[in-house]
C-alpha cells in the first residue's frame, strides 16, 4: 500500500499555523499581563488616577481617605472583577486580627462586576459582607489601576510602602513588622 504525503489542502494542516498563532498570541498576553501585575518596580512611581467622585462610604456619603489617618493604615485597593484581589483581601482579613493593636486596615473598592459601572456605596457594603470587613473600614472609589494595589500610609498619610499585585501573607507580614517596631 502506497503512502501518499500530507498536502497544504487536507483539513489537519491548515489548522496546525493557526493553533501555533494563538498559542504564541496567548503566550505573549500571559507575559505582558503577568509583568504588569507582578512587576511592583514598574509601578514605584506610581500614582492613583484622579477621580471626579472621590471616596464613598457604605452609606453613600463622600469621605477622604485623610479621615483614616492617625494610626498606620494599610489601604488595600480591589474590585469585585479582580480575582487577585479575592485573594488579597482574604490574606488581609487574616492578618488583620493579628495586628489590629498595631494598624487599622481600609478596603478601597474601585470597580464592580460590570466593568463599565463605578462603585457606589453599595459596593463597598457588599464588598464588606462578602469578606466580614468591618463596614466602616470599606469605602468606594472609581479608579483605574492595577489590581490588587497596597499602600501603607504613616499615623500622618505618609506613604511609606506601596506595592501593585498579589501579597503574600509572609510579604506583608514583613512590611508590618518593619514599619510597626
Excluded at 25 to 51: C, G, H, K, L, W
Excluded at 110 to 120: A, E, I, K, N
Excluded at 164 to 173: D, F
Amino acid at each position: 500500500m502506497k503512502r501518499h504525503p500530507q498536502t497544504s489542502d487536507q483539513p489537519g494542516n491548515r489548522m496546525k499555523p493557526s493553533i501555533l498563532i494563538l498559542g504564541a498570541f496567548y503566550f505573549a498576553v500571559m507575559f505582558f499581563f503577568e509583568s504588569t501585575i507582578f512587576d511592583s518596580s514598574a509601578n514605584t512611581d506610581y500614582e492613583m488616577a484622579p477621580s471626579q467622585q472621590g471616596y464613598i462610604n457604605i452609606h453613600g456619603e463622600h469621605v477622604e481617605l485623610s479621615d483614616y489617618f492617625g494610626n498606620l493604615l494599610w489601604v488595600d485597593y480591589a474590585a469585585e472583577w479582580c480575582s487577585y484581589c479575592d485573594r488579597q483581601t482574604k490574606t488581609l482579613k487574616a492578618l488583620e486580627l493579628k495586628y489590629a493593636d498595631q494598624l487599622e486596615f481600609l478596603t478601597v473598592v474601585t470597580g464592580t462586576s460590570d466593568v463599565m459601572q463605578s462603585p457606589t456605596g453599595d459596593t463597598a457594603k457588599e464588598w464588606a459582607e462578602k469578606y466580614k470587613l468591618d463596614p466602616q473600614m470599606v469605602i468606594a472609589r472609581d479608579l483605574s489601576n492595577t489590581l490588587p494595589y497596597n499602600r501603607l500610609y504613616s499615623p500622618t498619610g505618609e506613604v511609606l510602602f506601596e506595592k501593585s499585585g498579589l501579597m503574600r501573607r509572609n510579604e506583608v507580614e514583613a512590611v508590618i513588622r518593619k514599619f510597626t517596631r
